[in-house]
Each structure stands twice: as structure tokens, then as C-alpha cells.
């Protein structure tokens, strides 16, 4: 998978303006592109864990907002499965949820490293 990866970001990423990777797989990839190329990472994991109720968000492991600044990345990408007519309860869960990871964005609000 990071082979592939690689391959897309020499060849296509560097055509655009920014390339979406995820963490697990994309640091390799990462370092393919030129510096003027945004990177955006992905800070939640893949799916959600289908014995809950309420497909709550699960960040990845290993990293913190501060640790994809510091490795290169110049934006986040987080995606919240939200359903306004769901539970009340799940729905203030994902509220918070989207709050804390706001303000670990807004901590960490400054250039990223250069990531060659």
C-alpha cells in the first residue's frame, strides 16, 4: 500500500495543489512531494466500530495533531459520520468530539516542517 501510495504522489500529487494521505500508510508518500504541495493527513481512523451504536469517531493511534505539524502536514482531515435525527446522546458526544479536536488544531496553528 505505500508503494502505491508513493507512486500516486510522484506522479499526481505533485500535479496538485495538496494530497490527502493517511498516517498508517502515507509518511513514505508524504516525502515524495514537493514542498509548495499541501499535505493533508487524515486524524481519524477508517470506519467506526459497528458493535456501538452512534458510529462514534476513533482517532488514529500513534499521533497527535502537534506530531502531523511536525512531520509535514499543513491540514487535517476529519471526518464525523453525523446524523442530526439521531440520539441526543451520541450526537453531544461527536459535539465534544469535534471541540477537542478544534482546539488541539488551534494549538498547533503555525507552518508545518518541510517535509525532505
Not at 28 to 42: F, H, Q, R, T, V
Request: proline residues 3%; charged residues 35%.
Amino acid at each position: 500500500m505505500s508503494q502505491f501510495k508513493e507512486g500516486i504522489s510522484e506522479v499526481l500529487g505533485n500535479q496538485s495543489s495538496s494530497l490527502l494521505l493517511d498516517p498508517e500508510y502515507g509518511w513514505s508518500a508524504a516525502s515524495k512531494l514537493n514542498d509548495e504541495i499541501g499535505l493533508i493527513m487524515a486524524y481519524e481512523k477508517t470506519g467506526y466500530d459497528t458493535s456501538e451504536k452512534g458510529r462514534l469517531p476513533n482517532l488514529v493511534d500513534d499521533y497527535a495533531v502537534q506530531d502531523l505539524v511536525d512531520k509535514g502536514a499543513s491540514a487535517l482531515k476529519l471526518l464525523i459520520y453525523y446524523d442530526h435525527k439521531e440520539e441526543e446522546k451520541y450526537n453531544t458526544i461527536k459535539k465534544a468530539f469535534i471541540k477537542r479536536v478544534g482546539d488541539e488544531c488551534k494549538q498547533n496553528d503555525r507552518l508545518p516542517r518541510r517535509r525532505n
